[in-house]
Structure formats: structure tokens, C-alpha cells
């Protein structure tokens, strides 16, 4: 009899032992699997940043590249200007005209996507832009039948005017690349070997 209990009692330890190795096993697998979805979940939340930063970068980007050009083809209109003899053809006051609206589109993009400081510096590109626009008509209008070209008409007037295009464009861009600089920086990193986009930096 007691031989029995004893082999009962073996039995009993063994599959006692049994079960406990397999509820620990079980605890085990299912900690690292909650372990393995919670760190995919983080990477997920990671990855979505990024992109999300990425997104907003290149949409900066384009948007300050967008308005440089703008700003380039009004200055390309203003040149012609400057040496045009004479200027009263309608159309020139007409590219003029369309140059500017595209410019005034272009710093709206600039304004939304910012920072304000870069947004601020857009505004000193417009002002000067206009303000080379209304010193040329003025020396236009002024002399109607002159035979020299604006140019030549005010030649200081328009190196004063050239030198406030280099100073408001060249703070323009120094802001912009700042701006995106900083973003490429502050930018959540998913893994080794990220990198930003190329553009303005």
C-alpha cells in the first residue's frame, strides 16, 4: 500500500512539476510578446513623427523655394525695366503686375508654414520688391520723354535698389535655412543612418 501512495505521490510531484513549468512558460511568452507589441507600438508613434516632421520640413522647403523663384522672376521684370528704352509698352507694366501677385501668393505658403521669423523676412523681400517697383515707375513717369533709360536716368537709384534686393533676399535665405536646420535637428531619429532631405541645407 504504501509503495502505491508512493508512486502516487511521484506522480502527483511530477505533473505538479509539469504544470508549473508550463504556466511559467506561458507567463514568460506572453510578457515578452506584450513586451515585443509594446516596443512595435513605440516604434510606430516614432515612425509617424518622422514622417510627419519629414512631411512638414519638405513642405517648408518647397514653399521657401517657391517664393525665391517668385521673388527672382519679379527682379528678372525689374531688369528689364531698368534698361528698357522706352518703358510704356502695356505689357511690361503687365508682367510686373502678374510677378507681384505670384510673389503675394508665394509669402502666403511662407506665412503658413513659418516660423515667424522667416515669415518676417518674406515681408522685407515683398516691401523692397515694391519699393523697387514704385522707385522705377517714379523715375519713369518723371521724365516721359527722357532718352536715356531708367538706369541711366537715376544709376544711384538703382544700385540703392540692388542693394536692398541682396539685403532682404540674403536675410531670407540665412532664416530659411535656419528654420529647416533646426526642424532637420529636432527631427525623432527611428534608427541609425537617418537623414534629412536636401533643399535649401
Known sequence: MSAVNATVAVALITSLSTLSAAGLA??????????????????????????????HREMRREAYEKFLSQADAAYRVLDDGWIALPFTELRRWE?????????????????????????????????????????HARIVNGSPDAAGNAAELEPSARSGALRARVASSTEFVTLARRALESELLAAPRTGPGSAGQDGLV
Open 95 to 135: 508682367a510686373g503686375f502678374t510677378a507681384r501677385r505670384a510673389l503675394d501668393e508665394a509669402y502666403i505658403r511662407v506665412r503658413l508654414v513659418g516660423p515667424d521669423d522667416v515669415a518676417e523676412r518674406g515681408a522685407e523681400v515683398l516691401r523692397s520688391i515694391g519699393d523697387e517697383f514704385r522707385l
Open 26 to 55: 506561458g507567463v514568460a511568452s506572453a510578457w515578452v510578446a506584450g513586451r515585443q507589441l509594446r516596443h512595435q507600438s513605440v516604434l510606430a508613434r516614432e515612425e509617424r513623427a518622422e514622417r510627419r516632421a519629414i512631411d
